[in-house]
């Protein structure tokens, strides 16, 4: 009898480097207008605060696995497997997978400790975006990838961000209209707190004619504020001032 | 895996010499040591021990018990469950051959209850000892006997609700032993007896849980023994008088559990006894 074989997971460790890294330098009245830009860009990016779901899912499984896990003794080695039941849409969170859909997680575990990578499939999964308007509605189905920017040992809880890379992804997308928008991507990554959702941004792609190229990490807060971060640091503003205010 | 078929066939094999040889049966002698070699009691034979309780219900067959398991209720509140049936080979001359498969049992509810602090509330654990012994009667002082043990183990626990919560652990083992017994004078016999741990297979735990929005399965595995080779040697003294029979020896390395044939962990002195009376 040998030890359980770990699941092979596509390496997050470089793209995550690109997030703690950002490129471009930007000049403060250019600002405003990347964040504009930025969340009006995409569709899916406008339902960043449901992606919280995946957050949830990785966590709640590492925690319940720490909580259970008492790996002082021995080294384990192996996976352990995770269904997280999406929420759904009704006012409270379902824990039925038939009703909300689901996430569903590989975690690899070595010498007792959970590793950075986990890979798994969003199917069917849906919530409704509580940052948004109040009858949007998201279902998604993709791949995914998580790497937990760490290996962490169980029995500690997970605490760090996530970064997250979706692929195939179709998102269904319905607010009050019976019908929806269909949305379907080839690739889509993010980092997810507790707090907050970042993407990076290729400046190049924006088309604000910007003379200097490079990229720039786009954050969204659970508060419904919107910053910045560049290679100098992070751009907090206030919207409703206009002004923007660089914190090194 | 290949271990077990390995074994499975020996034994097969063994029985089907066993049987093939039948008709040339030997009687065992009266005051053979049974305990780590291929010898069995005559039929009719009883032996009672601090050990063991053993019967002879032919020349070749032999059922037993490990008496300690019982009395186990003392301290875990229920008793561990053990028997044994070892069948011998039976044809005449020096060589013996036998296999023995036992079983232990235990309820362990309460201890789970106890060390997790309440969460499981069923557990069990059962242990399947497979053994194939040989001996050979080198001259009439002089008997050298070699066995092959493997064990299967399994744990299982649950909570109160099993599709919320529960799952196994299982794990294997093969361990060689040697006993060399020189008679030096009737009643009295030296002993040297040496067990290595030839092979331990990974524990490989599956478990699931569930608890509101999120379901865990597990697949994962350890190594149980930090130590990649475990042994121990221990010399030692048999006295034999008519019915009554007292071995006792002391040596070094890991120390054997009796029942399962499992060495625990680490390196110490290894004090072994036995005190049983044959009729």
């Known amino acids: 009898m040998e030890l359980p074989r770990t699941a092979d997971v596509e390496d997050l460790s470089g793209l995550e480097r690109r997030y703690e890294n950002p490129t471009a330098t930007l000049r403060d009245n250019v600002v405003l207008r990347v964040l504009e830009t930025s969340s009006d860009s995409s569709a899916l990016t406008q339902q960043l605060d449901g992606l919280h779901v995946i957050y949830a899912a990785v966590t709640s499984a590492a925690n319940r696995l720490a909580k259970q896990g008492d790996a002082d003794a021995v080294d384990l080695h192996g996976t352990v497997e995770v269904e997280y039941a999406c929420p759904g849409y009704g006012d409270e969170p379902t824990t039925n997978v038939d009703v909300g859909g689901a996430i569903y997680l590989t975690l690899n575990v070595r010498d007792s400790y959970v590793m950075r990578g986990a890979g798994g499939l969003a199917v069917g999964c849906r919530f409704r975006v509580d940052g948004g308007d109040a009858g949007t509605r998201v279902e998604l189905n993709s791949r995914l990838t998580v790497d937990l920017g760490a290996d962490t040992r169980i029995g500690t809880k997970i605490e760090s961000m996530l970064m997250v890379r979706l692929r195939d992804i179709e998102a269904r997308i319905r607010q009050d209209a019976p019908t929806g928008l269909v949305l379907n991507y080839d690739k889509y990554d993010f980092r997810v707190g507790h707090e907050r959702i970042e993407t990076l941004i290729d400046m190049s792609t924006l088309a604000l004619g910007l003379p200097s190229f490079g990229t720039a990490v786009f954050i969204a807060s659970r508060d419904g504020s919107f910053s910045l971060r560049e290679r100098r640091g992070e751009w907090l503003c206030d919207r409703a001032e206009d002004s923007c205010e660089l914190i090194r | 895996v290949r271990v077990d078929s390995l074994i499975a066939n020996a034994g097969i094999l063994l029985l089907a010499l066993g049987l093939s040889t039948s008709a040339r049966a030997e009687k065992p002698r009266q005051d053979q040591r049974i305990e780590d070699t291929a010898y069995t009691l005559p039929g009719g034979g ?16 032999t059922i037993g018990t490990y008496l300690p398991a ?40 309460r201890v789970a209850g106890d060390v997790s602090s309440g969460r499981a509330v069923r557990a069990d654990v059962l242990a399947v000892p497979f053994e194939l012994a040989v001996s050979y009667a080198v001259s009439e002082s002089v008997t050298q006997s070699l066995e092959l043990s493997y064990v299967a183990m399994k744990v299982g626990a649950s909570e109160r609700n099993a599709a919320t919560g529960g799952g196994s652990a299982t794990t294997s083992n093969v361990s060689v032993s040697s006993l ?8 009295l016999a030296v002993t040297l007896a040496a067990r290595v741990l030839a092979f331990q297979s990974a524990a490989v735990i599956s478990a699931h ?66 005190l049983y009376v044959r009729f």
């Not at chain 2, 070892?86 to 235990?106: C, D, H, I, Q």
């Not at chain 2, 929005?213 to 048999?238: D, M």
């Open chain 2, 46 to 61: 009883f032996s009672a021990g601090i050990m063991t309780l053993e019967a002879g219900i032919f020349d070749e067959i």
């Open chain 2, 209 to 274: 849980l569930e608890r509101g929005s999120t379901r865990l399965k597990a697949n994962l595995g350890f190594r149980p023994y930090e130590q990649s080779f475990l042994w121990s040697v221990v010399p030692g003294v048999a006295l034999n008088w008519a019915h009554v029979h007292l071995e006792f020896g002391i040596g070094y390395g890991a120390y054997w559990l009796p029942m399962i044939q499992s060495p625990l962990p680490g390196s110490s002195p290894v004090p072994e006894g036995n």
């Open chain 2, 70 to 109: 019982w009395f186990a209720f003392s301290v875990i509140d229920v008793p561990i469950l053990s028997g044994f049936i070892k069948l011998r080979a039976p044809w005449e001359g020096p060589l013996a051959l036998s296999v023995r498969v036992g079983a232990a049992y235990v309820d362990a509810s």
């Open chain 2, 180 to 187: 060399l017994e020189v008679r030096l004078t009737p009643t």
